[in-house]
């Protein structure tokens, strides 16, 4: 058995009992002791629609109780290969949301100093900006795996700048990305203009509207993603909004149309290979789900996440 922090086991502990962390890690280690930390941002100021996403990794954490060390499809044994545990939430503002964006920055730089992945349970979209500002005063800029019904390039909300709309705009303008090396995935629904996903076409950004998708595995286009975003450093930002709301109904902007559970977990594998520096799971919103079908869907898909970063290994 590995000396890494692992999951507490169901034989161990009722499954409905313990201390609320990601898949029941011990919650004890310091950001120097990582390879990967896992984050909380509660966070909703920036939601346009609905709110209820800062209780988004409460809930990605609730349900997370039902996931198991091994992932018996890729056979990849995360726990054993990385130093992983959940470090806690950031500290955000509920009543400033420029404070809290500062504030975010300012946690993830110091989390980065030890050369570690920050694994985010958010919280609203607009979150990323201040983790991109971080992750390119780490790493410079980043390509991006986006995976989303909405493509967050507004350039304002109602007069503001920084909301869950804007942040892959704000991204580019600060020099946070290497636009040659992001993809956009599930764009969707209706829009205010005609040309509301030609910006980031212009960026040079690969955008995969939901259409694309329909009726067939994404195994073929992640091929083409992962050739896009690779030869350097790529974030990995997953909306849960970008997963039809009939798999995940509990969050603010829900859009009918979306990618399967199936085709997510594509996605998020076909990732395996990318020199992944950090990633997210946002937009969860649990008071809109009662059965928590959502947070367990996000709660997968941070494992899956965890699954395909550089340095896991496989068992068998």
């Known amino acids: ?34 390879d990967v930390a896992v984050v909380g941002v509660p966070f909703d100021l920036g939601t346009s ?24 499809a890729t056979r990849a044994a995360p726990f054993d290969s990385l130093r992983v545990d959940d470090t806690g939430d950031v500290a955000t503002n509920p009543y400033n949301l420029l404070d809290s964006v500062e504030r975010i920055t300012t946690h993830y730089s110091g989390l980065l100093e030890h050369d570690l992945v920050t694994a985010t349970l958010g919280g609203d979209h607009t979150i990323v900006l201040p983790i991109l500002r971080a992750m390119a005063a780490k790493h410079g ?9 909405h493509s967050d390039i507004n350039d304002e909300m109602f007069g503001e700048r920084i909301a869950h709309g804007t942040p892959f705009r704000r991204a580019v303008e600060e020099g946070l990305l290497d636009c040659d090396r992001v993809v956009q995935i599930g764009m969707r629904g209706t829009g205010y203009a005609a040309d509301d996903f030609d910006w980031s076409r212009e960026q040079g950004f690969r955008v995969v509207q939901a259409e694309e998708c329909w009726h067939k595995s994404l195994v073929p286009l992640m091929e083409e993603v992962c050739e896009k ?25 829900p859009e009918v149309g979306g990618l399967t559970v199936h085709q997510a977990l594509e996605i998020v594998r076909g990732c395996r290979g990318l020199d992944i520096v950090g990633f997210d799971l946002v ?24 699954c395909v970063l550089p340095g896991v290994t496989y068992r068998g």
Do not use: C, K
């Open 1 to 34: 058995m590995s000396q890494n922090p692992q999951p507490l086991g169901g034989n161990d502990m009722p499954r409905f009992g313990g201390i609320a962390t990601f898949m029941r890690l011990p919650g004890s280690s310091s950001p120097g002791e990582l």
């Open 49 to 72: 629609n609905r709110p209820g996403a800062r209780f988004g990794p409460r809930g990605i954490r609730d349900e997370s109780v039902l996931l198991r060390p091994y992932n018996m």
């Open 141 to 149: 800029p980043v390509g991006l795996v986006h995976v989303d019904a």
């Open 229 to 253: 975003v690779s030869g350097g450093p790529v974030y990995l930002s997953f909306d849960i909004d970008g997963i039809d709301p009939s798999f995940a109904p509990g969050t603010g902007t």
């Open 283 to 306: 937009e969860v919103a649990p008071i809109y789900d009662t059965s928590g079908l959502t947070s367990l869907t996000g709660a997968n898909m941070v494992y899956e996440m965890l």
